[in-house]
């Protein structure tokens, strides 16, 4: 499923995020970029130990909850890795929605501060840290149509998700924000 928003494209696709061929991928990292399961094991895995040894070094104090660094992408198709640190839910009264959209929006900075025409995320949050589907995916389509809506980069914005469920929930999340901008 895709749509265009101000000239720029915004997929929904199936899949692992860490064999796309895009210029950046997003990683569902923890605030000690420590490493893990999930699409962190993911991409540690097939991009080779460069990632962790640039993350270690350039950011040794880690990533707060909400905001995203930039690596190399090691071994993988994409030149960039992007780490990005979910809140881990609890409930909604602890500004998680907030700190999703805004780990969501530096991404997206930090890809058009880095010249890349195409980014690819996973669903954020929605793994081992229990952010409810339905809620994350509206809050990641959101913030991603708001985005290419007030900027002209970077182009091609992609969610991969890995499961059916995940899919169904970020499409209907698409089809509600892009019906109410047609009102
Ligand atoms: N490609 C795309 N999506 C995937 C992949 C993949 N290769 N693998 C899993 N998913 P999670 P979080 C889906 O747990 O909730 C890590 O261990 C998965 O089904 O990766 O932000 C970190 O180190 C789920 O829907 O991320 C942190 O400690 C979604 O991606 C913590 O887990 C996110 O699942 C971060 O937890």
């Not at 995940?166 to 499409?171: I, K, L, R, T, V």
Request: glycine residues 12%; proline residues 5%; neutral net charge.
């Amino acid at each position: 499923m895709r749509v265009t928003i101000n000239q720029q494209t915004l997929e929904l696709r199936q899949g692992d995020v860490a064999q796309q061929d895009v210029k950046a991928i997003v990683n569902a990292a923890n605030r000690r970029l420590a490493g893990g399961g999930g699409v962190d094991g993911a991409i540690h895995r097939q991009g080779g130990e460069a990632i962790m040894k640039e993350t270690s070094q350039r950011y040794p104090a880690g990533c707060p909850t909400g905001s995203a660094v930039i690596s190399t992408a090691g071994d993988l198709p994409a030149d960039y890795v992007i780490h990005a640190v979910a809140p881990v839910w609890s409930g909604g009264k602890r500004g998680e929605p907030e700190l999703l959209a805004g780990a969501y929006r530096r991404c997206l900075e930090l890809a058009v501060e880095h010249h890349c025409p195409s980014i690819a995320f996973p669903s954020l949050g929605t793994g081992a840290y229990r952010y409810p589907i339905d809620l994350a995916s509206r809050i990641a389509i959101k913030t991603v149509f708001d985005f290419l809506t007030e900027h002209a980069r970077p182009g091609l914005v992609c969610f991969v998700l890995f499961d059916a469920d995940s899919y169904g929930a970020f499409s209907a999340a698409l089809e509600e924000a892009a019906g109410q901008k047609r009102g």
